[in-house]
């Protein structure tokens, strides 16, 4: 019978973040803090990605150069290959661009599927990103709603069958709703759950997280 890993992408498949990158090599000194204006609940998540990506002026290659240190999973073709051999379906869901992670997976014969926000880059204007309206999972918080999307899978396989793998704020909640066994957690996400006395496997690269789940199937 067929499961089912939800992950997110930026920290979880690749450990950096994308608009961390941003901010620290391709932003001027004088860009606002974001982030900060989040967690005081001044802007939305989306609203503070968007903002950042809005900020780049810096030629497409030059970002193409910050996409390499993401450190993507470089084990990741043959991750998702037992993956699909042991019958569990990737989903990713992500509350970043679909812009980068299409670029980043590019190489991927096949890829998993994907649900996180639209956008396009323009030289002069940044990284465009903009809200995936009339998506099966949409928020108008995050663009990209986790939550729907972690219940829509539970739905489909039952919860004892559903992982949930992340590292930012906006994984909390939607990695509650699954068993602690299958829960997996760096960064934020670890951070809060702790907070929280939720349990959880921690994790600093994505083939952990495989590799347990793997284990855990061939028992």
């Known amino acids: ?62 970002v193409d150069h910050i996409l390499n240190k993401m450190e993507l999973e470089p084990e990741l073709p043959a991750l998702l290959g037992k993956l699909q051999a042991a019958e569990w379906e990737v989903v990713i869901a992500s509350a970043g661009c679909a812009w980068y992670i299409h670029k980043l997976l590019a190489h991927l014969e096949k890829l998993p599927a994907i649900h996180a926000n639209p956008g396009v880059y323009v030289e002069g204007q940044g990284l465009l990103m903009s809200m995936p309206h009339g998506a099966q999972f949409f928020s108008p918080i995050n663009g990209v709603d986790k939550l729907a999307i972690t219940k829509a899978a539970i739905e489909k396989v039952g919860k004892a069958r559903v992982a949930y793998s992340g590292d930012g704020l906006t994984d909390v909640v939607p990695s509650l709703l699954v068993p602690e066994q299958h829960r997996f957690a760096r960064s934020d996400l670890a951070r809060v759950l702790t907070e929280k006395k939720q349990g959880f496997y921690g994790f600093e690269r994505w083939a952990e997280v495989v590799e347990r789940l793997l284990l855990r199937t061939a028992v």
């Open 1 to 62: 019978m067929p499961s089912i890993l939800i992950t997110d992408f930026d920290g979880t498949v690749c450990r950096q973040d994308f608009y961390q990158l941003v901010v620290a090599h391709l932003l001027p000194g004088e860009v606002p803090d974001y982030w900060q204006d989040y967690l005081d609940q001044k802007l939305t998540h989306f609203e503070v990605l968007r903002s950042y990506f809005a900020e780049i002026r810096c030629s497409e290659a030059e």
